[in-house]
């Protein structure tokens, strides 16, 4: 039995990057300019309530994970506590999510490729992406977890450098004639909220994107080291964290940029550097966000094969996914999920130009889906339990579950208006069918 158990190989260290490298990706560094055309500086906002709603639902799941430390978390908790079908269609979802936003990834990976070899194709650089990390993830989890922290750090440092030379040019006119820029920006431009309440809602669309990837704490509770500790320290600190580079890096560059030339322009993180003179800056800035993109791939790669062990674990998934390799890797899932991610390079070859935003849609959803169900389990985790919960409690429960439920259902409304993301209303209950088909065939084989 013991053959069949994932080993503990994540240290504290590990477990907090791979949380921000799966956070801290293509949201980001390239979604942010189309975020920032919806709601202006107001933005800011939108980070700020996205970040309340997100804090909550990492709790509750935070929660789970304390009490119960197990490969496949947030599905074996729906498993356990709403029933079979909750977590054969948690597991799927996540699992559906990961792939999505791993073709979003592997886009990027190619686009920022472009930058240096403009004769390379779109889909020849997918490819090379997708073979490099399908074998990072195959070595062990002590690999994995090497190569996450390595990878996230680059972006956490870029993006701390960008907001100090941000404040330089700010406050002490640094690359701008000794002249302080001042905040005028912020507000001089049609006001903090230019397009209104309604482009600050819209906004939180891509927001909530942003933040698809944090849930991975919950995924590594089965390999952490002293779990007990690690987990909570974990998701205390990454949400303000992320909440500190998301808010203080577009901050900035509203700050030093009229909002609604951001994104015209290039990438608004290499007019920054370009600013204070830096020799290289859209190399320097075009390495940082290839990391960024191979990073959340990374995670995405993690988080796709352990769900599938997760699933063959609970018998909601073929008992193929059950087996280890020889270092204790979901090897077999890993290479399902790869074999799948080929369908990206497939797109990246016949449609380049549209692809992200039909992956944003469709994994937005998804994302919404898992966190939904992650606040629903904790709900009926906290009604079977009663006292038994242990120490690290969601804060103002249940009127934070109902704040955060109700703050996931805007997002989906939301879409409805958003031109492109129309197609994830097709795909999700497509999917969700298919998945009831895919059931009721498990269930009725295993009779």
């Known amino acids: 039995m013991e053959k069949n158990q994932l080993k503990r190989g ?54 789970m994970a304390v009490a119960d430390p197990v490969s496949g978390s947030f599905s074996a908790y729906a498993n356990k506590y709403l029933g079979p079908f909750a977590g054969y269609l948690t597991g799927w979802t996540y699992w559906f999510n990961w792939i999505v936003v791993g073709m979003a990834e592997i886009t990027v990976v190619g686009v920022y490729i472009n930058h240096w070899f403009p004769d390379v194709p779109q889909w020849v650089s997918a490819l090379g992406a997708l073979v490099v990390i399908t074998l990072v993830n195959l070595i062990n989890v002590k690999a994995y977890g090497e190569f996450e922290f390595w990878f996230a750090l680059i972006k956490v440092v870029a993006i701390v450098s960008m907001i100090i030379a941000g404040f330089g040019i700010i406050l002490f006119g640094i690359g701008n004639g000794g002249v302080p820029v001042g905040f005028g920006n912020l507000w001089e431009n049609g006001g903090f909220v230019p397009n209104g309440v309604w482009g600050l809602f819209l906004s939180l669309v891509m927001v909530m994107f942003s933040f698809g990837g944090i849930e991975m704490i919950g995924l590594t509770a089965g390999e952490a080291k002293n779990p ?21 890096a577009l901050g900035i560059i509203m700050i030093l940029y009229p909002w609604n030339e951001i994104g015209t322009t290039g990438s608004p ?179």
């Open 228 to 248: 007990e500790k690690t987990i909570p320290s974990a998701i205390n600190n990454v949400i303000w964290r992320v909440l500190i580079f998301y808010i203080g």
């Open 10 to 63: 994540l240290s504290n260290r590990h477990i907090q990057l791979i949380a921000l490298g799966g956070t801290i990706g293509v949201g980001l560094f390239y979604g942010s300019a189309a975020t920032i055309k919806l709601a202006g500086p107001a933005i800011l906002l939108s980070y700020l309530l996205g970040g309340v709603v997100i804090f909550m639902i990492m709790r509750a799941l935070g929660e």
């Open 269 to 447: 993180f290499v007019l920054i550097f370009d600013k204070i003179g830096m020799p290289a800056a859209a190399d320097i800035i075009n390495f940082v966000v290839l990391t960024a993109a191979l990073s959340a791939f990374n995670s995405g790669m993690y988080g796709t094969g352990r769900m599938l062990y997760s699933l063959a674990d609970q018998g909601n998934g073929p008992s193929f996914f059950r087996q280890l390799s020889r270092s204790g890797v979901p090897a077999r899932g890993v290479l399902f999920s790869a074999s799948i991610l080929l369908v990206a390079v497939f797109l990246n070859y016949i449609v380049p130009e549209k692809v992200f935003y039909y992956i944003t849609s469709i994994a937005t959803v998804a994302a919404v889906t898992s966190w939904t169900i992650i606040l629903v389990t904790h709900m009926r985790f906290r009604k079977e339990r009663r006292r038994d919960i242990g120490l690290f409690k969601m804060p103002f429960f249940p009127y934070s579950s109902y704040f955060a439920l109700v703050a996931l259902a805007a997002v989906v409304v939301a879409m409805a208006f958003i031109e492109g993301m129309a197609v994830a209303f097709i795909v999700a209950p497509v999917w969700f069918v298919l998945l009831f088909i895919g059931y009721r065939l498990n269930k009725s084989k295993s009779h």
